[in-house]
């Protein structure tokens, strides 16, 4: 076989061979970028019906993104200030009552599916009282945003100078399934400081770093 009709056929096999994987190709990558990036949750939890539609303040959950370098993901006694009263969504609430009202009875207690989860994480029984039968287990949730060990990211001072959640995360308020919008890397980063410094933030100057010792230690 010629030379020439050697190369020929290695590059047909090539391209079939990259027609054969393009679609596993298409999925790839480069590593430690995760754009689009949207896990399964242990709990179907809806971004969009708490920030969005009832409106709770992102560090309401998220509170250590104020104080601590991490946002974290809120204990479930946080998530009990509010279901231990709501259980259900309101329209499963009422076909209950409706329910009742016909049969001449009280309404019984509805419980969601999703947030029976919580209660058996709890440990709680029907009545939402603790049941020593039931132990007690954390809730595996699956981060979304993840960062290189090698970069080291604050969530304090962003938070300090008005950067809104937004920015990062995107629009939040509108997912019903939280997904990582920004690839957050390097160059995304230094991009929003350089026009943090050059437009402000909320109205304020800035001095977003652009040192390597800024994000690098």
Not at 103 to 127: F, W
Request: aromatic share 6%.
């Amino acid at each position: 076989m010629s030379s020439r009709l050697a190369t020929t056929v290695l590059s047909l096999a090539l391209a079939f061979g990259v027609v054969a994987l393009w679609p596993q190709l298409a999925n790839l990558r480069l590593p430690g970028i995760q754009r689009d990036y949207e896990p399964e949750q242990p709990i179907r939890y809806s971004h969009r019906l708490h920030a969005g539609e009832m409106q709770i303040p992102c560090q309401y959950c998220h509170s250590g993104a104020e104080r601590s370098r991490h946002a974290g993901i809120p204990p479930v006694n946080v998530c009990m200030n509010c279901h231990k009263f709501v259980t259900a969504p309101l329209g499963m609430v009422r076909a209950e009552d409706d329910l009742a009202a016909k049969e001449n009875r009280p309404p019984r207690r509805v419980i969601s599916a999703e947030l029976r989860k919580l209660y058996d994480a709890l440990g709680l029984d029907d009545t939402l009282q603790r049941d020593p039968t039931r132990p007690e287990r954390a809730i595996a949730w699956v981060k979304v945003h993840n960062v290189p060990d090698f970069a080291f990211f604050d969530h304090r001072p962003h938070v300090a100078a008005g950067v809104i959640c937004q920015t990062c995360h995107g629009p939040v308020e509108t997912m019903e399934r939280m997904r990582q919008v920004a690839d957050l890397t390097m160059g995304w980063c230094v991009n929003c400081h350089r026009d943090a410094n050059r437009t402000g933030i909320a109205g304020r100057p800035v001095r977003a770093s652009l040192d390597c010792s800024g994000c690098h230690f």
